[in-house]
């Protein structure tokens, strides 16, 4: 009778000890580098309703996350390839970029798409009405030269507006800036930027300044809605440490239904933790645009992967979106 307790209860500290090597073998702190914007509002409602450390914590995974947002896609992916980071959310084309490069390596992939979300090129030129007519003397502002969504779409853009095999015409005149700088030197005509290849809410902002206007959308650019901003992180943060995968995918859903049901409150949470200066009822008007959608399965992404290959940015051709994107996407139908 004794034997057999001391057995049950020996199995039983065993498991434990199991359990809670189990959960010590995941990390307990993790950061993550975003950029600057109304597209990344699931993760910034995650961040101030700590929604992944709870989903965490239900899993019986302790867990501290720290937040930076940092200024294009080429400082995220850095941040990322470095170790300063676990998890990076920045636009589809540094995705595509870093997920060609470390095939045989770090495999990054994609966790969760965030956004799918309009890009407005604009401009303080008169004289430009298309993309066309931008001269050498103008300067277009974009998040990162040839890395950034914004730089690979307004390539698509150039491509479409001056013929096959020109989507490198504008290359000369693009210039790396985050978005607050190129706001700022788009509505003051600093520095010469006479272009701005942009996102919410600075796009919505800069129209309403005199003399700025909307050249081309995104959407016009991608033959419709697509995903704008995505998640993603190395193979070995991945599969090292499943169930905080799963609580990130379940943080973000719980984000994603916030925003939905109760959009004042992610106002609020927005506004808090940016500090962003954008009038409110202009926040409002951009969320309630049905251009925006915070989904978390991907939406129309292989064009711009198809884009990147034919042009040599990337080696290699996806066969399908799920290529780069890990199995926590494998069950939803995202394109």
């Known amino acids: 009778m004794k034997t057999t307790t001391l057995k049950k209860l020996g199995l039983t500290l065993v498991a434990g000890l199991l359990a809670s090597t189990s959960a010590r073998a995941e990390m307990s702190q993790v950061r993550v580098a975003t950029q600057i914007g109304l597209a ?31 200024g294009g896609g080429s400082p995220l992916n ?66 990162s030269v040839k890395i950034s969504i914004n730089a690979i779409v307004l390539n698509m853009g150039v491509e479409q507006a001056f013929g096959p095999g020109k989507a490198n ?13 190129a706001y700022a030197a788009l509505t003051t005509k600093a520095g010469g930027i006479t272009g701005y290849m942009a996102t919410s809410p600075f796009q919505e902002r800069a129209l309403m300044q005199p003399g700025i206007h909307k050249v081309a959308n995104s959407f016009d650019i991608l033959g419709g809605p697509s995903t704008f901003s995505v998640a993603y992180a190395k193979s070995d943060f991945a599969n090292g440490n499943p169930k905080l995968v799963e609580a990130f995918i379940e943080a973000q ?5 916030l925003i939905t049901t109760d959009r004042a409150k992610a106002i609020d949470e927005y506004l ?64």
């Open 40 to 70: 990344y509002l699931p993760l910034i409602v995650m961040e101030h309703d700590k929604l992944w450390e709870k989903k965490a914590a239900e899993k019986g995974v302790p867990l501290s996350v720290e937040y930076l947002r940092l």
């Open 78 to 143: 850095d941040a990322l390839l470095s170790d300063s980071v676990q998890v990076a959310s920045a636009g589809l084309a540094p995705l595509l970029t870093l997920w060609d490069r470390t095939k045989t390596n770090y495999k990054v992939k994609g966790l969760s798409a965030v956004a799918a979300a309009p890009m407005y090129l604009l401009t303080n030129n008169p004289n430009v009405k298309t993309i066309k007519d931008f001269t050498p003397a103008d300067r277009i502002a974009v998040a």
């Open 169 to 181: 015409a504008l290359d000369d005149i693009q210039v790396a800036m985050a978005h607050p700088e």
């Open 253 to 257: 859903r719980d984000a994603v239904k």
């Open 272 to 335: 808090a933790v940016t500090g962003d200066k954008t009038d409110r009822k202009l926040i409002e008007t951009i969320l309630a645009s049905p251009e925006y959608d915070f989904d978390i399965v991907p939406k129309a992404t292989m064009p711009m992967a198809g884009f990147m290959q034919r042009t040599g940015i990337l080696k290699s051709a996806p066969a399908s979106w799920k290529d780069y994107f890990f199995d926590t996407m494998k069950n939803e139908k995202g394109s």
